[in-house]
């Protein structure tokens, strides 16, 4: 059982790393380094997978790795986005 859980974390951290550093290459201004953009990446599925669906918001994507790269990579790019927008705001 361990090395199921061992292999989900590293595929999260993988698909996290990959959606971020898509999502920084769009949203310019916002390069937050590997670690930041395994964050950005993963904080984006979290986005996608929970925070949208409670404004009616599914979206319908697929399955398997890409699907889970593709929703992970929108959601990163709306949290940059806003990301960009508070720190325009407050400076």
């Known amino acids: 059982m361990g090395g199921t859980m061992l292999e ?3 595929i ?3 698909v996290g790393a990959i959606a971020g550093w898509l999502a920084g290459l769009v949203v310019q ?11 950005v990446g993963i904080l984006g599925a979290l986005v ?5 669906p409670k404004f009616g918001l599914l979206l319908a994507i697929g399955s398997g790795i890409l699907g889970s790269i593709i929703a992970a990579f929108i959601g990163a790019v709306i949290l940059l986005v806003v990301v960009k ?3 325009k705001l407050l400076s």
């Open 48 to 52: 996608t997978g929970i925070v949208l």
């Open 85 to 87: 927008l508070l720190k």
């Open 12 to 14: 999260t951290l993988i």
């Open 29 to 39: 201004g916002t390069g937050f380094g590997l670690l930041g953009d395994i964050v």
């Open 8 to 10: 989900a974390l590293i």
